[in-house]
Structures are given as structure tokens and as C-alpha cells.
């Protein structure tokens, strides 16, 4: 499934176009969808289930440390047009999702850079000079791919490649001013092109619980310290909307925005998933379209908990 192909070009006037996906287009034909029929498009996120503090134990040891001169980089690849031969469409609602992650991760404290339309060479050539450069004096870096893909893969504007170019030049044994510290990878992309039809579930509020486990004074792994942040599960579509942004973009801006600078990365995250589960749905005349959902996917090598305060 993939963009309209009528969608206008500025993306004021696609407000009120239905939700899509970031994969290839659908050979059965294309189709509309529109937000949860109760919350259109997303608006309204529901309320946290409970307002109510919960006891954590806070330890600095178990904590990375943040307060080098600077929070870090953080590069936002932002692809929304493709060449024809990739078969893939225009990403609507993209340069929404690109600006609103460019405040967010701003107002946290990083160096943001959007970089438009990037072919995989591009890609691969902007974050390896990103990993060449010195970090010494930045606590973390983070990157955000925003783009079509599939299982592994993520397009530039000319074709697939597979995420873990990118991501692996930043291992412990890539990027030594990195080794340590936390490499945070967010990507809005489809990773197949199955649909989560949902089921009704009548539970209350997850309970939350963490360990930590790491010793600085020793040798650490060089895949250690990563987390990746992945709009849906392995397998599934991604879904976007061309006039709102993508459900996973919104719900981790809206999670951002209020909690940013007091929850810890692993319950922001969490609070996400439980946006995105809860606060999306779409809608199409075509039964096989419809009322489907989405769940984010957290996979996370960090060895200590990340606060950006």
C-alpha cells in the first residue's frame, strides 16, 4: 500500500485524506483510509490510564551519564519523493512528521539536521561522516529515518538498502567516541505487508518494571548502548497520514512534548506503544482495510537507564 497518487503537493490541502502506509504499492489497487471514527485522524490522543505517581528506584550508577557540553546530534533523513523505477509513492504527511521531531528533539537539547530526499549513497555517506566525527564531548547521538521500507530495508529515493549499513557504523568498534554512550535509531517505515486486525481486550494499566546491568571498568560488546525505535512489528505495514503525519511520529511528539525531560527512554517509549495501540484505527469502504491497527517495537541493547535531564 502507498500514497495516493492524486494527493496535492502541499500538504495543507490533504487534511482531510485518509491514513496509508510507508511499503510498496498494493498491486490489488489503491485504497483511502481515515483515522479512528471516534478521533479523527488521531487528534484528541486518549489520556495516560492513571495520573497517579509510581515509586521507581533511581540509582546514578545505573544511570548514563548526561551531562557532557553538549546533549548531541541528532540527524533526521526525511525521504518523500522517489524515482519512478522504485515503484514506490509520494510520502504526504512526511515534512509534517520531519518538523514536528525537529521541535521535539530540539526543545530536548540536540543539534538537529534534516536532510530531504536521500539516495542510499547519500544516506550511507551522511551518517558515516556523522560517525566519523568526535562525540567526545556529546552524551548520545540519535538519528530518525523517516521513509517507504520492508523487513531490514529502508528506501532512499532511488531504492532499498538494508538498515543495519547505516546503524552498524556506529558500533563500539566504528565509533569510539560513541562507545558507552547511547545511539538512539527511530524509524517510521513499514517492515512487511501484513495488517493487525486488533482484538478487543478489556485490561487495565501494565505494570512497569526494569533491571539494569552494566560495569564501566570492564570491556563492553560493540553492539552494546543501541536502541532501536521501529514504528510497527516485524512483518506488518506502518501507517501515515497525509494531512495529521504518521501515528508513530504523532504519538512520540505528543509523549515527547509533556514527558521529554522526566521519564526515562524505556517508559517514554512505552507510554508510545500505548498511544499508538489505543488512539489509532483506520477506516476504508473495503472490508479488508478496515479497523486495522498498530504497535510500535522497541529493541534495545542500552546497558543503563537514559534520562535527557
Not at 277 to 283: L, N
Amino acid at each position: 500500500m502507498a500514497d495516493e497518487s492524486s494527493a496535492p503537493d502541499r500538504e495543507e490541502e490533504v487534511e482531510a485524506m485518509g491514513d496509508t502506509t510507508d511499503a510498496k504499492p498494493d498491486r490489488k489497487g489503491r485504497f483511502s483510509l481515515f483515522g479512528n471514527k471516534k478521533k479523527k485522524d488521531g487528534q484528541g490522543l486518549e489520556q495516560d490510564p492513571s495520573s497517579e505517581s509510581h515509586n521507581r528506584v533511581v540509582s546514578p550508577a545505573f544511570q548514563y551519564k548526561m551531562n557532557y557540553k553538549r546533549l548531541g546530534k541528532c540527524i533526521i533523513i526525511n525521504n518523500k519523493n522517489f524515482h519512478v523505477q522504485t515503484g514506490m509513492k509520494v510520502r504526504n504527511g512526511t515534512d509534517r512528521d520531519a518538523g514536528e521531531l525537529f521541535k521535539c528533539f530540539k526543545t530536548l537539547g540536540f543539534e538537529v539536521c534534516i536532510y530531504n530526499d536521500q539516495t542510499c549513497q547519500n544516506m550511507e555517506r551522511l551518517l558515516r561522516e556523522a560517525s566519523e566525527e568526535d562525540h567526545s564531548d556529546s552524551s548520545c547521538f540519535a538519528c530518525i529515518l523517516l521513509s517507504h521500507g520492508e523487513e531490514g530495508m529502508i528506501y532512499g529515493t532511488d531504492g532499498a538498502m538494508p538498515i543495519k549499513t547505516m546503524t552498524s557504523l556506529f558500533r563500539g568498534d566504528m565509533c569510539k567516541s560513541l562507545v558507552g554512550k547511547p545511539k538512539l535509531f527511530f524509524i517510521q517505515a513499514c517492515r512487511g505487508s501484513e495488517f493487525d486486525n486488533g482484538i478487543q481486550s478489556d485490561s487495565g494499566p501494565p505494570n512497569e518494571s526494569m533491571e539494569t546491568d552494566a560495569n564501566p571498568q570492564h570491556k563492553i560488546p560493540v553492539e552494546a548502548d543501541f536502541l532501536f525505535a521501529y514504528s510497527t512489528v516485524p512483518g506488518y505495514y506502518s501507517w501515515r497520514n497525509p494531512g495529521q503525519g504518521s501515528w508513530f511520529v504523532q504519538a512520540l511528539c505528543n509523549v515527547l512534548s509533556e514527558y521529554g525531560n522526566q521519564l526515562e527512554i524505556l517508559q517514554i517509549l512505552t507510554r508510545v506503544n500505548y498511544k499508538v495501540a489505543t488512539s489509532f484505527e483506520s477506516w476504508s469502504d473495503d472490508p479488508r482495510f478496515s479497523e486495522k491497527k498498530q504497535i510500535p517495537c522497541v529493541v534495545s541493547m542500552l546497558t543503563k537507564e537514559l534520562y535527557f535531564n
